[in-house]
C-alpha cells in the first residue's frame, strides 16, 4: 500500500493519507511517525528534571498543548501490595483540562476518569477520579461520587492517611472524608513521570472580555469552524469566584476543548459547548481542599458571555453562572 504524504515528508506535522483496504477498512501506513506528540519535561522518581524544563511545559500549555503524562510503577508496589508480582506497568493518562497560573506554573487534571481496578476492571463505587499533577510532580484526587449513597460527615479537615503498606505514598493532608467529595493531597513517586504534550494547535483568535477583539479575527475562526476543525478555549480567570477565602495568584487561564458550535451568520455571534471541566482554586502549587473546587460544563460566546452550569460535588446539584471572561480561541 503507498502512503500519501502533504507536503514535505520530514516536517514535524505531516499527516499520512491512510489508504483504505479492498471492504474499506483503513489501513495504516508504512511509514507512520507520531510527531505531533513530544515529551516537554521528565522527572525521576524523586522529581528531580532529568530533561526539558518546567519552562518548556508551561510554554506549551500556554499555547493550548494538550497533555498526557507518562509513569512507571511496580505492580506489587501501587495497585496489590499483598501480591508477589513484580511486574513493570507503564501507565499514560489523558489530562483534559490544564492550568496555567501567572504564566510560570503549569497543571493538569483528568477529568473522564471513574476508577479503575487493575487489571480486573472498575472500583467498587461509581465515582469520578479527578487527579491532579502539577509540573513538580505532586498529586491531588478529588472523587465525587455517583452512586446516591448518603454523606456520613460534613465537609472539613480529615486525617491525613496513607494506604498500607506503599511506602512510595506520601498524602499531605484530608479533606471531606465521609461525604460525597473526599479529596487529598499525595505525592507517590511513580519511578518517572513524562509530561508529554500535543502542541498543534493554532491560536486564531484574542478577545477581552467584553468581546473586543485584540488579534486574529472571528472570522478564522468561524473559517475553521466550517472546515470541521477541532476547537480549544483558553479562559482569563475563569477561577476567580473561588478564590474569595483566600489569596491567589493574579492571573490564571483555563484549557478546554469545545464540543459542538454554532454561529449565528447574521449577528456574527459564535457561541460553543465544552467538554467536562474541573475548576481549582489557583495556587502554586495547586491543590485540593474543602469548598475550593468544583466540576461542570461552559457555554462560551465569541462577545466574552461565559455560563458556567455549575455541578455542585457535595449535592451534585446544578446552577448556571454567568461572568464575562476573555477568551483565546484554539483550531486544529
Not at 32 to 42: K, S
Not at 119 to 127: K, N, V
Not at 273 to 299: E, I
Amino acid at each position: 500500500m503507498s502512503t500519501v504524504f502533504h507536503g514535505d515528508a520530514t516536517d514535524m506535522n505531516v499527516h499520512p493519507t491512510f489508504d483504505r483496504s479492498a471492504d474499506g477498512d483503513q489501513t495504516a501506513p508504512e511509514e507512520y511517525t507520531m510527531t505531533d506528540w513530544r515529551c516537554a519535561l521528565e522527572l525521576d522518581s524523586q522529581r528531580t528534571v532529568t530533561s526539558g524544563s518546567t519552562i518548556e511545559l508551561t510554554n506549551a500549555i500556554g499555547r493550548a498543548a494538550d497533555l498526557r503524562i507518562y509513569t512507571e510503577f511496580l505492580h506489587c508496589e501501587h495497585i496489590d501490595v499483598r501480591s508477589s508480582s513484580a511486574e513493570r506497568i507503564r501507565e499514560v493518562a489523558e489530562f483534559g483540562v490544564t492550568y496555567r497560573i501567572d504564566k510560570t506554573w503549569s497543571a493538569g487534571i483528568m477529568t473522564l476518569r471513574q476508577p479503575i481496578e487493575l487489571p480486573a476492571g472498575f472500583g467498587p463505587r461509581s465515582s469520578m477520579s479527578f487527579f491532579l499533577y502539577n509540573q513538580d510532580g505532586t498529586q491531588a484526587i478529588a472523587r465525587p461520587h455517583l452512586d446516591g449513597e448518603p454523606p456520613s460527615a460534613s465537609p472539613g479537615p480529615s486525617p491525613t492517611a496513607c494506604p498500607d503498606d506503599m511506602p512510595k505514598y506520601h498524602a499531605f493532608d484530608g479533606w471531606d472524608q465521609g461525604t460525597n467529595a473526599p479529596s487529598h493531597n499525595f505525592v507517590y513517586e511513580f519511578d518517572v513521570f513524562r509530561f508529554c504534550v500535543n502542541d498543534s494547535w493554532s491560536e486564531v483568535l484574542r478577545h477581552s472580555a467584553t468581546g473586543e477583539v485584540l488579534s486574529g479575527s472571528l472570522a478564522a475562526l468561524v473559517d475553521a469552524f466550517s472546515s470541521g476543525c477541532a476547537i480549544k478555549l483558553g479562559i482569563d480567570n475563569l477561577c476567580a469566584d473561588l478564590a474569595s477565602a483566600a489569596p491567589f495568584a493574579t492571573h490564571h487561564e483555563v484549557f478546554v476543548q469545545g464540543g459542538s458550535a454554532y454561529y449565528y451568520t447574521e449577528q456574527k455571534l459564535f457561541i460553543i459547548g465544552s467538554h467536562p471541566l474541573v475548576r481549582v482554586r489557583p495556587g502554586v502549587p495547586m491543590q485540593y481542599a474543602t469548598g475550593n473546587w468544583d466540576f461542570g460544563w461552559l457555554m462560551a460566546r465569541s462577545d466574552g458571555h461565559v455560563v458556567y452550569r455549575r455541578c455542585d460535588p457535595y449535592s451534585l446539584k446544578f446552577s448556571d453562572h454567568v461572568t464575562q471572561n476573555a477568551v483565546r480561541w484554539f483550531v486544529r
